[in-house]
C-alpha cells in the first residue's frame, strides 16, 4: 500500500479546474477537443436505457412485497413534488427580491429567433407517461415509458411469485452487469468532464457576463438557496447524514452534471455514489433515482419561476399575488412534465411564457447562454434526486449492513 490510487472523484475534480483553465487559454481553439467529450456523452447514453431497464425491474421485484413498493413509490413522488414546488417559490421570491429584469435595454432583443407554442394539458402529460409499444420506448430513450413498464415488470414478478424468480435472476444479473459496464464508461469520466468543460468555455468565455448578467445571477442565488436551506434542512434532520460526509462524495457527480447537463445522462454516475459511498441499497437507488432524472425538477422550476418574474419586469408588467401562485404551479408542473418533451428548458419557457400571456422574444438571448444556466439546474435537479433518495432510505431503513 506505499502508493495509493487516486480516486476517480479527485481526477474528476482536476479534470473539471484543467478543462476551466484550458478554455480560458485557448478560447474557441479548444474546439479541436470536444469530440473527446461527445465521446463520453455517447457512452453514457449507451448505457443509460439498459441500466434504468435492468435496476427498476430488479428493484421493484426485489422489495417483495406490493404494500412496500406502494408506501416507497408514495413516498418518492411526494418528495419530488413537494421538492419542486418549494424550489418554485424560492425561485420567485428571488426573482422579486433581485429584479434581474429592472432597466434591462429592450433594443438587445432579437426577434424571431423562437417559435411559441402550446403548453401540453396535463391529462396529456400524464397520459404520454404510459407507453403504446415498450419496445418503441427502449428504442427512443422515453425514460419515464421505460420506467413505468419496467415497475409493471417488477410488480408482476413480485405477484406470481416461484415462477417469476428465473426472471428476477436475469434481471439482477443484468442490472449487475450494467453497474460494471458504468465502471468501466466513469473510468473514462475525467478526461471526457475535462473536455466538455473546456469546450464550454472556450465556446462561452466571459461574455456571457454581459445583458443577462441579472438573470443568471438570480437563477444561481436560487439554486444556492435550494441547497444550502432546503436540502441541508432534509440532510440533517430527516437522512440524518453529516454536510462534510455529504459533500465529500456528492462533488463526482456535480462534475458530470455539469459537463453533460443531462439528469438522465448522469444517472449512472448517481446510482453508482448512492449505492457505493452513501451505502443505500440498489434496490431504493435502482427505483427512486431513474424516476428522479425524469420527474424531479428542482433546478428548473427555480428557473422557470426566474425567467417568468425577468420577462415580466422586462416589459413593466405587474404580478398579481394569483399569477404569482400560478407561477409556482405551473413550474412545478412543467418541470413534472418536462421529459416528455423535446428541446428541453428553451422550448418549455416559450411554452410557460405563452401559459401566462407573456411576450416570448428574450427567448433568442437566453437561448444563446443557456447552457450556462442549465449547467446549474442539472447539478441542482441530480442533487435533489440524491438528497429525497438519502431521506427515504433512512425513513426506510433502506442502508446496506456494513
Same mark, same amino acid.
Given at each position: 500500500?506505499?502508493?495509493?490510487?487516486?480516486?476517480?472523484?479527485?481526477? @474528476?475534480?482536476?479534470?473539471?479546474?484543467?478543462?476551466?483553465?484550458?478554455?480560458?487559454?485557448?478560447?474557441?481553439?479548444?474546439?479541436?477537443?470536444?469530440?473527446?467529450?461527445?465521446?463520453?456523452? /455517447?457512452?453514457?447514453?449507451?448505457?443509460?436505457?439498459?441500466?434504468?431497464?435492468?435496476?427498476?425491474?430488479?428493484?421493484?421485484?426485489? =422489495?417483495?412485497?406490493?404494500?412496500?413498493? +406502494? /408506501?416507497? *413509490?408514495?413516498?418518492?413522488?411526494?418528495?419530488?413534488? &413537494?421538492?419542486?414546488?418549494?424550489?418554485?417559490? $424560492?425561485?420567485?421570491?428571488?426573482?422579486?427580491?433581485?429584479?434581474?429584469?429592472?432597466?434591462?435595454?429592450? #433594443?438587445?432583443? +432579437?426577434?424571431?429567433?423562437?417559435?411559441?407554442?402550446?403548453?401540453?394539458?396535463?391529462?396529456?402529460?400524464?397520459?404520454?407517461?404510459?407507453? @403504446?409499444?415498450?419496445?418503441?420506448?427502449?428504442?427512443?430513450?422515453?425514460?419515464? +415509458?421505460?420506467?413505468?413498464?419496467?415497475?409493471?415488470?417488477?410488480?408482476?414478478?413480485? $405477484?406470481?411469485?416461484?415462477?417469476?424468480?428465473?426472471?428476477? #435472476?436475469?434481471?439482477?444479473?443484468?442490472?449487475?452487469?450494467?453497474?460494471?459496464?458504468? *465502471?468501466?464508461? =466513469?473510468?473514462?469520466?475525467?478526461?471526457?468532464?475535462?473536455?466538455?468543460?473546456?469546450?464550454?468555455?472556450?465556446?462561452?468565455?466571459?461574455?456571457?457576463?454581459?445583458?443577462?448578467?441579472?438573470?443568471?445571477?438570480?437563477?444561481?442565488?436560487?439554486?444556492?438557496?435550494?441547497?444550502?436551506?432546503?436540502?441541508?434542512?432534509?440532510?440533517?434532520?430527516?437522512?440524518?447524514?453529516?454536510?462534510?460526509?455529504?459533500?465529500?462524495?456528492?462533488?463526482?457527480?456535480?462534475?458530470?452534471?455539469?459537463?453533460?447537463?443531462?439528469?438522465?445522462?448522469?444517472?449512472?454516475?448517481?446510482? /453508482?455514489?448512492?449505492?457505493?459511498?452513501?451505502?443505500?441499497?440498489?434496490?431504493?437507488?435502482?427505483?427512486?433515482?431513474?424516476?428522479?432524472?425524469?420527474?424531479?425538477?428542482?433546478?428548473?422550476?427555480?428557473?422557470?419561476?426566474?425567467?417568468?418574474?425577468?420577462?415580466?419586469?422586462?416589459?413593466?408588467?405587474? =404580478?398579481?399575488?394569483? +399569477?404569482?401562485?400560478?407561477?409556482?404551479?405551473?413550474?412545478?408542473?412543467?418541470? &413534472?412534465?418536462?421529459?416528455?418533451?423535446?428541446?428541453?428548458? $428553451? @422550448? =418549455?419557457?416559450?411554452?410557460?411564457?405563452?401559459?401566462?400571456?407573456?411576450?416570448?422574444?428574450?427567448? *433568442?438571448?437566453?437561448?444563446?447562454?443557456? /447552457?450556462?444556466? #442549465?449547467?446549474?439546474?442539472?447539478? $441542482?435537479?441530480?442533487?435533489? #434526486?440524491?438528497?429525497?433518495?438519502?431521506?427515504?432510505?433512512?425513513?426506510?431503513?433502506?442502508?446496506?449492513?456494513?
Amino acid at each position: 500500500m506505499g502508493k495509493s490510487k487516486m480516486q476517480l472523484s479527485t481526477k @474528476v475534480f482536476i479534470g473539471f479546474g484543467l478543462g476551466i483553465i484550458l478554455g480560458l487559454i485557448f478560447k474557441e481553439q479548444i474546439l479541436v477537443i470536444k469530440p473527446l467529450g461527445d465521446l463520453f456523452l /455517447r457512452l453514457i447514453k449507451m448505457i443509460v436505457v439498459p441500466l434504468v431497464f435492468f435496476s427498476i425491474i430488479s428493484g421493484v421485484a426485489s =422489495m417483495g412485497d406490493i404494500k412496500k413498493l +406502494q /408506501r416507497v *413509490g408514495s413516498k418518492t413522488l411526494l418528495y419530488y413534488f &413537494v421538492t419542486t414546488a418549494i424550489s418554485g417559490l $424560492i425561485g420567485l421570491t428571488v426573482a422579486r427580491a433581485l429584479k434581474p429584469g429592472a432597466g434591462f435595454a429592450l #433594443d438587445m432583443i +432579437q426577434n424571431g429567433t423562437v417559435e411559441a407554442k402550446e403548453a401540453p394539458k396535463f391529462m396529456d402529460t400524464l397520459l404520454n407517461m404510459v407507453p @403504446v409499444n415498450p419496445f418503441q420506448s427502449l428504442v427512443d430513450g422515453n425514460l419515464i +415509458q421505460i420506467i413505468i413498464f419496467a415497475v409493471f415488470v417488477g410488480i408482476a414478478i413480485t $405477484i406470481i411469485g416461484e415462477k417469476g424468480k428465473p426472471v428476477k #435472476d436475469i434481471a439482477d444479473s443484468l442490472a449487475e452487469i450494467m453497474y460494471k459496464i458504468t *465502471g468501466i464508461v =466513469m473510468a473514462y469520466s475525467p478526461i471526457g468532464v475535462t473536455a466538455l468543460i473546456a469546450a464550454s468555455v472556450g465556446e462561452y468565455g466571459l461574455k456571457i457576463f454581459g445583458p443577462l448578467s441579472k438573470l443568471i445571477l438570480a437563477d444561481y442565488v436560487g439554486m444556492g438557496l435550494v441547497l444550502v436551506l432546503l436540502y441541508t434542512v432534509m440532510l440533517k434532520v430527516i437522512a440524518k447524514i453529516g454536510l462534510k460526509e455529504f459533500y465529500k462524495h456528492i462533488f463526482k457527480i456535480w462534475a458530470v452534471t455539469a459537463s453533460t447537463t443531462s439528469s438522465s445522462g448522469t444517472l449512472p454516475v448517481s446510482i /453508482r455514489t448512492v449505492e457505493e459511498d452513501f451505502n443505500v441499497k440498489p434496490e431504493l437507488a435502482g427505483f427512486t433515482l431513474p424516476l428522479g432524472a425524469t420527474m424531479n425538477m428542482n433546478g428548473a422550476a427555480i428557473y422557470f419561476a426566474v425567467a417568468v418574474v425577468f420577462v415580466s419586469q422586462i416589459y413593466g408588467i405587474e =404580478m398579481s399575488f394569483a +399569477q404569482q401562485g400560478m407561477i409556482v404551479l405551473l413550474s412545478t408542473m412543467i418541470s &413534472v412534465g418536462a421529459p416528455g418533451i423535446p428541446g428541453g428548458g $428553451i @422550448v =418549455m419557457t416559450i411554452m410557460l411564457l405563452n401559459t401566462m400571456g407573456l411576450p416570448v422574444e428574450i427567448m *433568442g438571448l437566453i437561448a444563446g447562454i443557456y /447552457r450556462i444556466l #442549465d449547467m446549474g439546474h442539472t447539478t $441542482i435537479n441530480v442533487t435533489g #434526486d440524491v438528497v429525497s433518495t438519502l431521506c427515504i432510505a433512512r425513513t426506510e431503513n433502506e442502508y446496506k449492513v456494513i
